[in-house]
């Protein structure tokens, strides 16, 4: 009984998160935002990737940050300290974002003003691959110590995602990490996937991951 | 509705895994096989560890392994080529272990004749953390490139661990990572925590490590 229930409960919640995740994503394209979720494990760099962003972009676009933490509002502070935009949401134990927590970011900044929104989601390889956030693309990070073979055991995240970023390729040298390994196995689960190597802390790369970013803003706004 | 009907569920199945992890606990409280739950990020170090583990106590400790991964069979086979029953759950999507999969494990191993059974839960800093295995011990590992800031962002974790491991202290010399800040926020969570600090890589503190094990695996056998 218990296993019947739990299934219908959350395929009815799935469901009404689809929905909702469908009503921001068309929400924001009409206001030629482009809405943005970045995931990975913890510590991988998300902060850092978009504090670095936020510097090469400035004045060059509008951006503003939904960040996503289970406790403390220290990563928003980072962001708001560099002038951009920033909302922290607390999910106060909940391991992943959803559409209508997004939803909830969204009302709260004025994105009508914003040209690219990105989503710091909850530090997590597993369960915000799940939900669809209304995100019009996904974006992972992997950094180097965490280890070559995490394409093998967690597949769904390389699956939903537009673009990889292979950060921390500085720690290379201190590292067994396989890059030709790594890259075959992401690409054998997603064949259509970008990977991009950067150092959010030497800066090598970024200037891929900002073109990426201004590529995709630019065709974005171009859809009709 | 819709959150309603998810809290009941919730509340069952915790209810359902609190009894069975007591379960679990009893069962190897009899046969005197302490259990450990060792949990991390994805790529902190946990297979890492388990075989530097094995390596160590061969011939001194009977060992048995469970690994729990989403997908993937690589991690047990690695701690099998080492000569140690080892098996491998794959959780098929699930975030996290509870005590039903555990007892599943149990089962399959022949537990009567080992000293120390390891859990390697899935890797995430979130949701391991808010089911009980059903482990006497529960052990983190949090990696140096992680950063110093995880226990303000996954307090669960950090509260729950009877130890907590901080791996890859050799990426010390790359990182920016404040060893006494860190120290201090992961006890201001839990007073209680041992810390050690480690590098599976090179071997340092591994001496450390070792000595934790045998001395709770001795004082485990001594309980009555």
């Known amino acids: 009984m218990g296993d019947i229930r739990l299934i219908e409960v959350k395929e009815e919640i799935l469901s009404d998160n689809i929905k909702q995740a469908a009503e921001v994503r ?5 206001t030629k935002t482009l809405l943005l979720n970045l995931m990975s494990s913890p510590g991988s760099g998300k902060t850092s990737l978009i504090l670095q962003t936020v510097e090469s972009l400035k004045g060059a676009m509008r951006i ?9 509002t220290v990563d928003a502070e980072k962001v708001a300290a560099r002038g951009v935009p920033a909302l922290q949401l607390r999910t ?3 391991c992943h974002l959803d559409a209508t927590m997004v939803t909830q970011g969204v009302d709260a900044l004025a994105v009508k003003e914003l040209d690219l929104v990105i989503i710091e989601n909850v530090g997590n390889l597993v369960c915000p691959a799940e939900f669809d956030t209304g995100a019009h693309k996904n974006v992972m990070i992997l950094s180097v110590p965490e280890g070559d073979d995490k394409p093998l055991k967690y597949p769904l995240m390389f699956s939903v995602c537009d673009l990889l970023v292979v950060n921390k390729i500085d720690y290379l040298s201190l590292s067994d990490f396989d890059m030709a390994a790594f890259r075959r196995r992401a690409l054998s689960l997603n064949s259509r996937i970008t990977i991009l190597e950067v150092s959010c802390k030497t800066g090598a790369g970024i200037r891929g991951w900002i073109d990426w970013l201004k590529s995709e803003v630019a065709a974005f706004k171009g859809l009709e």
């Open 26 to 30: 068309e929400r924001l394209r009409k």
């Open 64 to 72: 503003g940050v939904i960040e996503a933490d289970i406790d403390s």
């Open 92 to 94: 106060g134990g909940f």
